[in-house]
């Protein structure tokens, strides 16, 4: 089975993990979101990437859901002292991994060769590509402050501004990494992990080339949004400040057109109704993934449901 | 009194933490070697500024003479597994001081602005001069490797390979830092610290202005040479392979026409003769400096002594 999975932070990497779990390297490909992409005093920190990359490599902070295990804060302490304002937190291990891919692309390394490398380093043997190798970033307006690049709204001012639109910035239009239309093309289905779709999947799907060749394949989203309210993060605010009601058919009705199936949440039957009219299969299960056993169930719900319906 | 010093790495820093104990900021310049600065993974190192910055700011680490005390290592940890080579040993708290300085720099502020804004938030009050703004490298060229940039000799290579020359290499001839050649000016006498005149002070005077400033001033010289033997560093093996006899009298006779007087340790009486004959003035004392006390009590010899002869 060829599946292509689209993930962002936190959710996504948490399927990720139970995809990675029964499929083999050559069987799934791993797109992920750069849009929170930033700069941070001159390093290039990409935190959706690290996250799913932490996770992989068994490198990852479960509790906080971001940066690594057993990390230390002896350079953030002394760099506050410089710099004052240090609004995101780079722990000392984490800060190897931005130093050292910050100077793979200024010496010209394109980011998929670069998060390759990084994979390789860490033992990682699943294919992780970044969505684009060009810049694109997400920007949220605010009714508090304006434009906000997505890490100064989520992490600097903690989701706490009132959403009003979210736009993707690039230069010129973004070309999608080299290879990923490719692997979606050659894939039996695609797989949209359960994180917040404007923000982590929608960046993916903006990327000229990679929508149009997911709408012809089939496709299975898998909701994060559970009893109105997010797993973590900021979708569920965000969908309120938008005009969105957050619920699992928002979602599903966001991805109209493009998935076949939503995977939702035992506590969500009730919207079974309302996604069969959007002419979409709701597929029940339990999607909270807290014990690894959780994740490489979900994984086995979707990828048996897929090979069951389609392949 | 106005003192300038000239100063290199550990033996400078020194003395020049005595003299910060007797003059007062208004009193002493200091201006540091950045002949070894270099790039680390896109990093501006400046390791005789950091030096000498650490040990004013009491965050020295005594033991190893350079970097930070209470110093953790997470990052380099990290770092060689994604590099491989990583032969400089950057701390955690290290770091914050490169990752800062670099982003300063890119952003287009010149290095003794950034040197200035560093000193003030660590409580530093005198005042601290990189040599230049612009980039001077001190080259070793050697045997065994052709040229190498310092660091890569001194650290990299831990100063085995054999020297036949050093010089030191700029895009266009450097300037002067703004202020320092008014400084010398305006000052009373000028100390050459007990760094190696070689690699050290050498690339201060040879900054356009530096050296004919100083030829018209009273200037005392501390040789860093005690019994043959350097306190610290490679400077007498290096007097060895550029066929010169490691000794103060060496020293003296390398800084002819520049120095008034040289201070050797008591250990060293018997070159007094030799040393009178170049017109320098010898001066004995302990110019070993183990304890702060050490470090007072030497400054206040250099000090009374340009007192007695000059003021």
Redesign the interface.
Known sequence: MKIVALAGGVGGAKLVQGLVEILTPDELVIIVNTGDDFNF???RICPDLDTICYTLAELSNIETGWG?KD??W??????K???GEAWFQV???D???H??R??EL?TGQPLHLVVQD?CA??GIKHRIFPMSDDIVMTIVDTVEFGELQFQEYFVRHQCKPKVTKIRFDSKDAPNPTPGIIDAINRSDAVVLCPSNPWLSIDPILSIPGIGSAIKKKFTVAVSPIIGGKAIKGPAAKIFYELGITPTSTSVAEHYEGLINSIFLDNRDGNLVDEIVKLEITPVITNTIMNSKQDKIQLANDVLNFIQRINI
Chains 1, 2 share one sequence.
């Open positions: 005093h001159g390093l690594r990390e230390s002896q350079f953030l302490t002394e760099f002292i410089l710099c722990g000392d291990k800060l190897a991994t130093v050292y910050t100077e200024n990084l380093k860490w």
